[in-house]
C-alpha cells in the first residue's frame, strides 16, 4: 500500500495584514496650524517577527514620523503595521531573511499609507514615504553583529 506522499513545497503566503496600533499627536493645536515655515520630517523603523503557529509567523513594521519645525513639534504618528503570514517548508537559514526582508517589503507601502491618511485627517499634508531597502538594512545589521563578535574576541570558560 502506497503512502501519499508528503509535499514539501516551500509555501509563503500572506494569511491577514491589519493596522496593530495607531498612533497620532499635535502637542502645538491650533498654533501649530498658523505656522508657515515647512516642517522637518523624520523617521523611524522598527520590525520584529515571532512565530505564533507551526509555520505561522506575526511580522510587525513599526514605523514613527516625526514633524518639527524647530524645536516644536507639529506632530508625530506611529503605526504598528502588521501581518500574518504561512512560511512552511523553507530551510531554517532562509527563514530570518523572509521575516527580516520579505515580509517588512509587503507591509511598507500599507504602512506608508496609513500614516499619510493619519496625518491627512490631523490637518496636515500628506507625508510620503521613500520606499526602503529592506535587505540592505538586513545586511547591515549582519555586518554590525559579525563586527561586534569580532571585537569582543573568544570567550575563555574558567574549568574548576
Known sequence: MNEPAQDNTPVFTIEKIYVKDLSLEVPHAPHCFLEREPAEI?????????????GVFNVVLTLTVTAKIQDKTQFLVEAAQAGIFQIRNVPAEELEPIVAIACPN?????????????????GFPPVLLAPVNF???????????????????????PIQ
Request: aromatic fraction near 6%; avoid cysteine; charged fraction near 30%.
Open 106 to 122: 509587503i507591509l511598507f507601502p500599507y504602512a506608508r499609507e496609513t500614516i499619510s491618511d493619519a496625518v491627512t485627517r490631523a
Open 135 to 157: 535587505e540592505s538594512i538586513y545586511r547591515e545589521r549582519l555586518r554590525e553583529q559579525e563586527a561586534q563578535a569580532r571585537a569582543s574576541g573568544p570567550h575563555e570558560i
Open 42 to 54: 523624520s523617521l523611524q523603523m522598527q520590525t520584529a517577527g515571532e512565530a505564533v503557529g507551526e
